[in-house]
């Protein structure tokens, strides 16, 4: 082989990297025109704000009860002393939901970041050796999907107890097998794409070729799953903590939890309901949006 030849090879091995940046430019100009990823972005930096700046926001602590102003079965609604009103045992609702954006935002990142490092791990043992490597762990991954995602969930909260760490990790077990096949059908199709081969032909470690050229242009789809995968913690928290699996502290102002304990009160005070479904609905809105735009943004089939 020419030293000319050898150039142009091995520069074929190096380029899809360069077109992975010039494909991030793109992308983030294509969001930035986006009226979806625009109005994504705008929810979920509310949604940040407020649970980080949760303190300053809220107008009472997220316990302080007037019990005084309740009356049996009937609680007081919306007022300029209490915004949203109180809730059964005279907290502030809020305070409540502003406080609960943390819980929410906490048990989504955790359990997103646990869940899709254990699957982006297992998916790269898969992606990378191929063989029977590949087979165990995606049997595996098969036996976790064929189990509805909320009974995995319901049944991991159940076995571990209810509290919150309980809620990150059953939400992260349901997390896993969607990460570990998602990364290993992406690096599958990267392995056999031209830079591979060419970087395989000049005798480069498959361990270099798998980090520093397959994994990183790999990665695309595992983050808009991520975003996606985040909106869909928040609903699974809800709902885990709505059936009673959520933390045992009824003092923690969890969405799910609010709503659960909304249900005999429905027919005299329904906007209490409202409030943390409200919040639910435009946080989850907001991941999804932000998660189409990026889908639409990185992918090169879907560019108009």
């Not at 991954?141 to 009974?151: G, H, Q, R, T």
């Amino acid at each position: 082989m020419s030293v000319a030849q050898f150039e142009a090879v091995e520069s074929s091995a190096v380029s899809p990297q360069e077109a992975a940046g010039g494909l991030g430019r793109d992308a983030l100009r294509r969001l930035r025109r986006s009226p979806t990823a625009i109005v994504g972005a705008v929810l979920v930096t509310l949604f940040v704000l407020v649970a980080v700046f949760a303190p300053l926001l809220a107008p009472y602590e997220p316990n302080f009860q007037r019990l005084d102003l309740i009356r049996p079965g009937v609680y007081p609604g919306p007022s300029s002393e209490f915004l949203l009103g109180l809730d059964q045992l005279g907290r502030d609702e809020l305070s409540r939901i502003i406080y609960g954006a943390r819980y929410s935002l906490l048990i989504g990142v955790v359990s997103l970041t646990l869940g899709a490092a254990v699957g982006i791990a297992l998916g790269l043992l898969a992606g990378a050796f191929g063989g029977w490597v590949d087979s165990l762990v995606m049997r595996i991954v098969d036996v976790m999907l064929a189990i509805p995602s909320l009974l995995l969930a319901i049944g991991v909260a159940a076995l571990l107890g209810r509290s919150i760490t309980s809620v990150m990790i059953a939400i992260a077990v349901v997390n896993v097998p969607i990460f570990a096949r998602l990364l290993r059908g992406s690096m599958l199709a990267q392995r056999r794409s031209d830079y591979a081969l060419a970087a395989r032909s000049l005798g480069v470690p498959r361990s270099r070729i798998v980090l520093q050229h397959v994994l990183p242009n790999s990665l695309s789809p595992v983050i808009v799953q991520g975003t996606l995968a985040l909106a869909t913690a928040i609903i699974e928290a809800a709902g885990l903590a709505y059936l009673g699996l959520g933390s045992a502290d009824p003092s923690i102002p969890e969405w799910g939890r609010m709503l659960a304990d909304t249900q005999n009160s429905l027919a005299t005070a329904p906007l209490l309901a409202l409030w943390p479904g409200l919040a639910i609905v435009l946080s989850v809105m907001g991941f999804y949006l932000l998660g189409e735009a990026l889908r639409e943004a990185l992918d090169p089939k879907l560019r108009r």
